[in-house]
């Protein structure tokens, strides 16, 4: 239980200088690739990061339309003052790449669930309710591109791997935090609702929290949930992540769509 507590907690890693990359880190058996984020899709994702007296963090987030960000709950949460963190105090640097980035905006906005509690620690509900959606104060999607989702259920997710489509996640890790990288392919299976948890076997690091767990059908990625912790330890680890089946209410709500024109969740790809 420590480790998983460490693991889903302690994603919010001190921000390093600028030239501090860890570009020759070791990844060991589990290597993840080097992506350009200046280059779409990455580029619809970048770092949420904030900062507080004498505390500075980062965890992953993507862009989802011109002004909302996906992102997990624990990342907004100053553990030191145990309190929420202002929306004026987040920041989003989309296509961040050693010190350089192509937009940045502030949060205007934080929606998250009600059933999160970081003071209960690591819990069912927590790990079932680790999702947050940011509302930018600039459109910076316009500029980045953002990308596609889908709500899927469980059987949707076993045919679509059935189908070839591969499981990936993307991130900034603690030990590589300037640059993104990506894990692939992996496999991931979901639980049946409510209590509905995606568990996948991508290599995940503290930094990654927030990251898009994704599936990939030739040059298309569509977001499906995004990750949150890490369970277990060596080769039979597997990582969690909230499924967007959970916060479909919110996220239908947050970007203006309904249930008809929605079409079961599934939304077009964006490009610059």
């Known amino acids: 239980m420590r480790f998983i507590a460490c693991l889903f907690f302690c994603c919010l890693f001190p921000l390093f200088p600028a030239n501090a990359d860890t570009a020759a880190a070791d990844f060991g058996d589990n290597g993840r690739d080097i992506v350009d984020a200046s280059h779409y899709p990455w580029s619809a994702m970048g770092r949420v990061q904030w900062a507080a007296v004498g505390h ?43 010190g350089e980035f192509l ?9 998250r669930s009600k059933d999160f509690d970081r003071l209960e620690g690591v819990t069912t509900k927590n790990l079932l309710s680790d999702w947050a959606l940011l509302e930018l104060k600039e459109p910076i999607g316009g500029k980045t591109g953002f990308l596609g989702w889908r709500i899927l259920n469980p059987q949707e997710l076993r045919q679509a791997q059935k189908d070839g489509q591969e499981v990936m996640l993307a991130g900034y890790p603690q030990n590589r935090a300037h640059v993104i990288s990506v894990d692939h392919p992996c496999k991931a299976s979901m639980g049946q609702p409510p209590n509905a948890l995606i568990t996948h076997t991508c290599y995940i690091v503290g930094g990654d929290s927030g990251g898009p767990v994704m599936l990939r059908d030739g040059n298309k990625l569509t977001i499906i949930g995004l990750n949150s912790a890490r369970r277990g330890n060596g080769d039979t680890a597997t990582a969690s992540a909230v499924p967007l089946l959970r916060l479909r209410d919110n996220l239908l709500s947050v970007l203006g769509l309904s249930n008809t024109d929605h079409k079961r969740g599934q939304a077009p790809l964006a490009s610059r």
């Open 56 to 98: 500075k963090a980062h965890c992953t987030g993507t862009l989802i339309s011109e002004k909302v960000v996906l992102t997990a709950a624990h990342c907004l949460f100053n553990v030191r003052a145990r309190k929420w963190v202002s929306p004026g105090l987040v920041h989003f640097v989309a296509g961040y790449q050693k």
């Open 103 to 111: 937009a940045h905006s502030v949060a205007k906005a934080i929606y």
